[in-house]
């Protein structure tokens, strides 16, 4: 846990902790959990940018001051002094403001409140039943052995590779399978089997990067990533699609490479699906597939089995949890197969180690350098291979001095959904993590048409995405939770993104819908309401900060909906988006006017600095990414190899 540490308060002001105590009441009512206003102290430590992180803390304080709070609430009272139900009130008016400072802050505030309570243990779950982790961890062996390293050492080998995930594990493994002597640094830490407690609050701390807590400048739409020793796919939903024709060939053309169409990406794909045991045989659905399967077939519409990365999986009920890490070791994320290949051929293991820079010697990189605890590493390589996800990636060779391309073009497959109530317990968080999907809004809207699935729901991140109007409206819509199912939208996106860097060199994500995606994404949300209702939901509600719902059976209601959640829009925050996959931030491509990797993932800028993690993507791969990012990373240990020696 990141240590808390009191705030000091301004002269004549009260401490941050103390406003977040009064805030917390007003957003969770009064009696919620004393412990709240530390726990969101402790969320605010994560995130990405200190410098968002030292003005939320310096408003905040500057709200416990009469001077502060006249600017900021309207009345000279120091919000740590107000009552639940004036504070309430505060956070209703920041919501409506129209200054973009007091959303955010209405945004920033009630998210970190809402995960402070839902995704902690306590009487928010009792209350709405949930519960919690089904026992304790395996005593499982580890299986893996990361090195410790001394302040000051210096490492040396043929190629380093930053990130252990999706990109990172499958290019060490197939790096040091070609005869390399490969050194993988990964940020976060090493869990596994027995490590995973399935505490909501303890996996986001522990698993995601910087604690879930991402989300881009606007706070429109949350970004998830995995961080940990094997990355995203540790704690991603097993979904493995191979990449569509019709992307491949959209690749081939924007990039101007024929690899995408000759065979060759096809190639590595079957590989990677054969070594991740990638099946439709364990695709048993959950109670939000079936739901979401029964609306899809009264509609008549495209539903089918996903394609699944796990072997020996029983698929009873505990599944829903291994979002937080599969205790069973089921999942066949490189922790389970890419990394202990590595690691079998003698790839070295570093985790907590940052690295901030790559060591760049007359426009050839010759290593990276990291933060390790508390002191710096140096490893010295031959080439260095960059894959520490979209996000971080181009923050890493921004921090470098690269230019050009890198960080433009980013994608984020924004994600939303309807979620609807049933007679009958649902009990979101439960079953296969996903099993089904549908295309059929690709029928209609082409290729950038919106997929359909469901993801599992554990109440902390289920309290932040529904909407939050008062205390009691939010409570009565989580006391009935347990019968909620979510119908997800996840949209091709055609939106590009920028991924810069903050004075501290962490990334800051900007990305605003443009007017197709927002076209696709009501799309989608309109498709998955339509599901849901099908289903039989007694009511349907979308993720809108403004409650939009309605009830099946009454008529029109589905059409005045979906009508009025397209005219809400989705940009800006009114929707809650989320990114589930981040792509496309150094593409690949012949030309470094538009692209930051050549056809071998060697940047444009830099001899021997290679890049295989979702970033390449020249466009939104349409489907979830793992096994794309996968595949191309297989084929590129072979281009790296071929200039290593
Ligand atoms: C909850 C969730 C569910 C998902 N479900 C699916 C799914 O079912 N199917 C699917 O196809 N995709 C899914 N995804 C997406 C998929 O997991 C990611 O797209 C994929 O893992 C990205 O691979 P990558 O190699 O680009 O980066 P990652 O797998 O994210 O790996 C990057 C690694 O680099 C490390 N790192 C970052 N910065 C540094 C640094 N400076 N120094 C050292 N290390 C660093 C990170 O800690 C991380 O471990 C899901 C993602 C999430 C978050």
Not at 6 to 13: K, L, Y
Not at 56 to 64: D, E, H, S
């Amino acid at each position: 846990m990141a240590t808390v540490t009191r705030e000091r308060a301004p002269t004549g002001g009260q401490p941050a902790a103390d406003v977040l105590a009064a805030l917390a009441a007003g957003i969770l009512g009064p009696g919620c959990s004393p412990e709240v206003p530390a726990r969101v102290l402790s969320i605010l430590d994560q995130l990405a940018s200190r410098r968002d992180r030292e003005q939320l803390l310096a408003i905040l304080r500057l709200a416990g001051t009469r001077a502060g709070a006249l600017a900021l609430t309207g009345h000279r009272k120091p919000v740590a002094g107000l009552s639940p139900a004036e504070a309430e009130a505060v956070v209703q008016r920041w919501q409506a403001s129209r200054l973009g400072v007091q959303r955010q802050l209405a945004a920033a505030v009630t998210a970190a409140t809402l995960t402070a309570c839902y995704a902690w243990p306590g009487p928010a779950w009792t209350r709405i039943g949930y519960p919690g982790p089904l026992g304790p961890a395996p005593d499982v062996p580890k299986r893996l052995h990361p090195i410790a390293t001394a302040p000051g050492e210096e490492l040396a080998c043929d190629v380093v590779v930053v990130g252990s995930g999706a990109g990172g594990g499958t290019v060490a493994a197939e790096l040091a399978r070609a005869g390399a002597d490969v050194v993988v640094l990964e940020k976060g830490g090493y869990a596994s089997e027995s490590d995973f407690s399935h505490l909501e609050h303890e996996a986001n701390r522990d698993l995601y990067l910087y604690g879930l807590t991402l989300a881009t400048t606007d706070l429109g739409c949350r970004i998830l990533a995995g961080s940990t020793l094997g990355g995203g796919t540790v704690v991603n939903y097993s979904t493995s699609f191979k990449t569509p024709g019709f992307v491949l060939a959209e690749w081939a053309k924007v990039s101007g490479l024929d690899a995408f169409v000759s065979g060759e990406v096809e190639a590595s794909l079957d590989a990677v699906a054969e070594r991740l045991s990638v099946t439709t045989g364990a695709s048993r659905p959950s109670p939000r597939d079936v739901l979401m399967e029964r609306g899809l077939a009264r509609l008549g519409w495209h539903c089918a089995p996903l394609p699944r990365n796990v072997r020996g999986c029983p698929q009873h009920t505990g599944c829903g949890w291994c979002g937080f890490g599969c205790r069973l070791g089921a999942k066949q994320s490189t922790l389970r197969t890419y990394l202990e290949d590595a690691a079998a051929r003698g790839a070295r293991l570093v985790v907590g180690a940052d690295v901030r820079r790559v060591l760049i010697n007359d426009a050839r990189a010759v290593g990276v350098e990291a933060r390790v605890g508390g002191h710096r590493l140096r490893v010295r390589a031959k080439a260095v291979v960059a894959a520490a996800g979209a996000i971080e990636t181009p923050a890493l060779l921004l921090r470098s001095g690269l230019t050009g391309q890198v960080g433009r073009h980013l994608h984020l497959h924004p994600g939303t959904g309807a979620l609807g109530t049933f007679a009958q317990g649902v009990r979101p968080w439960e079953g296969t993590l996903q099993a089904r999907y549908s295309a059929e809004l690709r029928g209609t809207l082409g290729e950038y048409g919106p997929i359909l699935e469901t993801v599992p729901l554990h109440p902390g991140t289920g309290a932040v995405g529904m909407p939050w109007r008062s205390a009691a409206d939010h409570r009565a819509l989580m006391d009935r939770y347990a019968s909620m199912s979510l119908c997800a939208s996840l949209t091709r996106d055609t939106t590009s993104g920028r991924v810069r860097i903050d004075r501290d060199g962490n990334p800051r994500v900007a990305y605003k819908l443009n007017g197709t995606d927002e076209r696709h994404v009501a799309a989608g949300l309109a498709a998955c309401g339509q599901v849901l209702a099908a289903a039989g939901a007694t009511e349907v509600m979308s993720l809108h900060a403004e409650r939009h719902s309605f009830r099946p059976g009454r008529p029109d209601a589905f059409e005045a909906w979906a009508d009025a959640t397209r005219r809400a829009g989705a940009g800006g925050g009114r929707l809650t988006l989320f990114s589930y996959h981040q792509m496309g931030s150094c593409r690949m491509g012949t030309d470094p006017a538009t692209s930051a990797v050549d056809g071998d993932h060697q940047t444009h800028q830099v001899e021997r600095l290679f890049v295989t993690d979702s970033s390449v993507f020249p466009t939104a791969s349409g489907v979830n990414p793992m096994l794309s990012i996968m595949g191309l990373a297989h084929r590129a240990a072979g281009r790296i190899t071929a200039h290593v020696g």
